[in-house]
């Protein structure tokens, strides 16, 4: 069955730096999405992503925050300048006939 | 705006059936969700229903919509301690984003 691949699994990172998450979506999927996931905390919509660009963002994704489709087949979430509130599970997902694919997640430690 | 509530926690003895629950308040709702977390992993999509749907049944899954009262519930049968985990309802409007509950953490003891 076709997945969501997320890359690295787990990234630690010191405050102020910036980092990439890296999504390979199901390759026939149109529409792209990153949510994040603070500890023992809701799922939260980050942004949402359709034919090359941002369709909709939430107040989370900030300046600080940026996403690419570099290739065509990754998308990637930049985060610029690390916060500790940053700290969380970031989950990818990509969405064709509104069945959301999502991948196991990155889970990002900013210390 | 939006918001989509769970009870917290429920738990079951293997070979039980398990009912979790799920309020939403947008009635624009036109998908609803079931999502399996299981600790350390991805979301893993269970099933979802169309809102113009009454009951959508998938093997041991059950999924009830009361669309008047903006009530969804997941029934698994035969619970296993597999099927501990956490259970997220979520609700979509078309290809909009998805809103999530907090999460019903479902325990399975032998």
């Known amino acids: 069955e076709p997945e969501v691949t997320q890359t690295p699994s787990h990234q630690v990172t010191q405050m102020g730096q910036e980092v990439i998450l890296r999504c390979v979506p199901i390759?026939?999927?149109?529409?792209f999405y990153w949510y994040r996931q603070i500890l023992g905390q809701k799922v939260e919509f980050l942004v949402s992503?359709?034919?090359?660009?941002?369709?909709?963002k939430s107040e989370i994704f900030d300046d600080q925050f940026s996403v690419e489709r570099p290739d065509g087949s990754n998308f990637t979430l930049k985060i610029r300048s690390t916060k500790l509130e940053d700290s969380a599970m970031y989950f990818c997902?990509?969405?064709?006939?509104?069945?959301?694919?999502f991948g196991s997640g990155t889970r990002l430690t900013v210390v | 705006g939006e918001d989509v509530e769970q009870s917290l926690f429920l738990s079951v003895r293997e070979g039980d059936s398990s009912v979790i629950n799920c309020t939403y308040t947008d009635s624009s709702s036109t998908y609803l969700y079931w999502y399996k977390q299981e600790p350390g992993a991805g979301l893993q999509l269970l099933t979802y229903?169309?809102?113009?749907?009454d009951m959508k049944q998938d093997q041991r899954l059950t999924v009830l919509l009361n669309k008047k009262d903006k009530h969804l519930s997941l029934r698994i049968a035969d619970t296993q301690t597999g099927d501990s985990a956490i259970y997220f309802c979520a609700e979509s409007i078309g290809y909009s984003t998805l809103t999530f509950g907090k999460g019903t953490m479902l325990l399975v003891s032998p």
């Open positions: 390759s026939n999927h149109l529409y």
């Open positions: 992503f359709y034919n090359n660009e941002i369709s909709e």
């Open positions: 997902a990509s969405m064709k006939d509104y069945g959301y694919t």
């Open positions: 229903i169309f809102s113009n749907m």
